[in-house]
């Protein structure tokens, strides 16, 4: 049967799903396969799915114009065919149910239902090759993967545990026996009267999987989770060059990124992993109360808020991925507590939430965890957390992934569901108009006072209603002027006007471990960051998005661009001149760039940003070229 929609229904599904929309039409207008829509399959595939609209328009961006196919068969029977053939596509993941028609404002459309790609599927790519072939999405954009990301991808479908490896030219003498010792004197507690307890060193390290033999080729030596639980920092970037673990205490919530407290491994402690939890561990619980409570004639010492961070603590670590760019980081704050692990989740987020079906990455690391009382069952983990979080009536647990560079991210915040403090600001602004929203409206204001932005996604993830219900409020409280917005589609961010934007971020979108650990988070004495270190000049302007820009602004850098926009091929000294002149004194983002010169985004980074970049008349605003936040400025001046 037919489903029937309207406009609303596309903006809705923009916000709730990556939705991907093509023309479709051909050359005769009566509709053809397009070659492109195989990089939004490989992209969506390997990242969490999505939907493609085949006969759906999309200009300006966020606004959508059903235009129909005429010959849709044709083109169904051109995606099937295509789908079954390896030399244009690697897998087909697609079940009849996921391609159907759907009437929008009387237009037929063919709606794709792109499901997202088991580990064991990616990397999916466009032809036969991966490299070169793997797309990744960005901000609703479809870019081609880079070789390591796609390394990465093929490491993770072979390899069930990432740490199981056993390491060749490693032993015993890179080890802390401190550490070693600390362990086992809590395995022997946790374990009383254990036979493995009185084991010699070898043995012992044997038995709780730290240490064994390659039996393909016949050597024994530690595996990579006993180097990372019990090894010394420098020894353990041997194996793992971007090794980072770091703990931060902010004393203000607040995005700004001074610190009162640090641990990283600096040389006065070991720097492994299993050091790095005892002591963060101390950390975090330090300033918590606990109640008196008795059991058998003892005090408990620990509370449901003791076991949650001790099980956030411990899956960060246990699903981290070591050889990613990105630290593994802990962060303490008066009002919350985050935790960001290298690599994303290996299931849906919405599955390792409801529990029950693990995928951990670090399966030794995980074992070595449990043996000392660390760590809960396999896909028990993320409910307790959330369970007990919410036995404090604490607003919920946020828990997302960035994809660029790779990265889980957890938000436990101790706050509650509806902060009185919230709800006097709310009122003080808004008077009895507030009181006489819908409940719905009201808990989006509450979310993004508390958090400082709220998305869809959050609010669906806070309520029981529809998405096209959560859509239709989001649109009326803006259209009321009682929330403002950034981005388009999924990207879609809400904020309270008054507010500056996501004031409550926790952690950069970037975090690379490049970064020396003394220049990633501020000691209270040091109040900005340079402007090479990732963020600009305060007199430049930073414009990512076109709907971003200011009108003023877009009439200028319209004019400034037409030479070149409209004009089908151009001499390359023209275009360079207009980009120079578009990117004085600001910083644009391809995506500006491409929509002001009218000219093909990837073509326009590969044949022209790139070497104006290497030439040194551009600046990029980070060394990444694919970096979503990437953004450009002239080097020159004007005379």
């Known amino acids: 049967m037919t489903e029937h929609w309207n406009s609303l229904d596309l903006t809705s599904l923009a916000e709730s799903s990556d939705l991907e929309c093509k023309a479709a039409q051909g050359r005769d207008g009566r509709g053809e396969l397009p ?51 390896r030399k244009q596509v690697s897998h087909n993941l697609l079940t009849e149910q996921d391609v159907d028609l759907v009437q929008i404002d ?156 640090r641990l990283v491994p600096d040389g006065s402690w070991s720097g492994n992993v299993y050091d790095f939890f005892r002591r963060v561990y101390q950390k975090l619980t330090a300033d918590l109360k606990v109640p008196f409570q008795l059991q058998e004639g003892q ?19 246990i699903h981290a991925d070591f050889s990613g760019r990105v630290s593994v980081m802990v962060v303490k704050r008066p009002d919350m507590f985050g935790f960001r692990n290298p690599g994303l989740m290996r299931v849906p987020l919405e599955q390792a ?152 971020i926790v952690f950069e979108a970037g975090g690379e471990v490049g970064v020396p650990p003394e220049l990633d988070g501020k000691p209270p004495e040091f109040e900005s960051k340079p402007p090479e270190l990732g963020g600009s000049p305060p007199e430049f302007g930073t414009y990512l998005d076109w709907k971003s820009i200011p009108d003023s602004l877009k009439s200028e850098l319209l004019s400034l661009a037409e030479p070149v926009a409209n004009r089908g091929k151009v001499n390359a000294p023209v275009l360079r001149d207009a980009i120079l002149a578009l990117c004085q004194g600001r910083f644009l983002g391809l995506r500006v760039l491409a929509h002001a010169l009218q000219r093909d985004s990837d073509d326009l980074r590969k044949r022209t940003l790139t070497p104006m970049v290497q030439e040194g008349v551009l600046r990029a605003a980070y060394t990444a070229a694919r970096d979503p936040r990437q953004a450009y400025t002239s080097n020159t001046t004007k005379p």
């Open 106 to 261: 009387g237009a037929t459309v063919l709606r794709i239902r792109v499901p997202r790609a088991t580990r064991h599927q990616r990397p999916v790519h466009v032809g036969s090759n991966p490299f070169g072939g793997t797309y990744l999405r960005r901000y609703e954009g479809d870019y081609q993967a880079d070789d390591e990301a796609v390394r990465r991808m093929m490491a993770e479908r072979v390899e069930d545990s990432r740490d199981d490896r056993v390491l060749k030219g490693f032993d015993f003498d890179d080890l802390d026996m401190d550490t070693v010792a600390a362990y086992r004197n809590r395995f022997a507690a946790v374990k009383p009267g254990h036979v493995w307890t009185d084991l010699t060193l070898p043995e012992f390290m044997e038995r709780i999987g730290a240490f064994g033999k390659n039996r393909e080729e016949g050597y024994s030596g530690l595996r990579l989770a006993g180097l990372l639980m019990f090894g010394r920092a420098e020894v353990i970037r041997d194996a793992l060059p971007h090794y980072m673990v770091d703990y931060q205490e902010r004393p203000e919530p607040r995005a700004e990124k001074r610190w009162v407290d």
């Open 299 to 317: 005090r408990l010492d620990d509370t449901p808020v003791h076991e949650a961070l001790r099980e956030a603590l411990a899956n960060t670590l």
């Open 35 to 85: 070659e492109d829509v195989w990089r939004s399959y490989s992209a969506m595939a390997n990242a969490e799915g999505g939907v493609i609209l085949l006969g759906v328009q999309e200009k300006p961006r966020g606004v959508f114009h059903a235009i129909g196919i005429a010959d849709v068969e044709r083109v169904r029977k051109a995606l099937w065919d295509n789908l079954h053939n």
């Open 353 to 504: 939430v409801l529990g029950g079906n693990s995928d951990c990455r670090n399966r030794r690391l995980q074992t070595m965890f449990q043996l000392v009382g660390y760590g809960d069952h396999a896909g028990s983990g993320l409910p307790k957390i959330y369970r007990n979080w919410a036995g404090q009536h604490w607003r919920r647990p946020v828990l997302h992934e960035l994809r660029e560079p790779e990265q889980t991210l957890m938000e436990l915040r101790m706050s509650s569901l509806v902060p009185d403090e919230v709800l006097v600001d709310l009122r003080a602004h808004f008077g009895v108009h507030f009181e006489s929203l819908p409940e719905l409206a009201r808990l989006a204001l509450i979310t993004a006072s508390a958090e400082g932005v709220v998305n869809h996604a959050r609010m669906r993830d806070v309520s029981t209603d529809h998405p096209a219900d959560i859509t239709k409020m989001l649109a009326g409280l803006v259209r009321d002027g009682l929330l403002a917005t950034k981005g388009t589609g999924r990207g879609m961010e809400y904020f309270l006007p008054w507010q500056s934007q996501a004031v409550s």
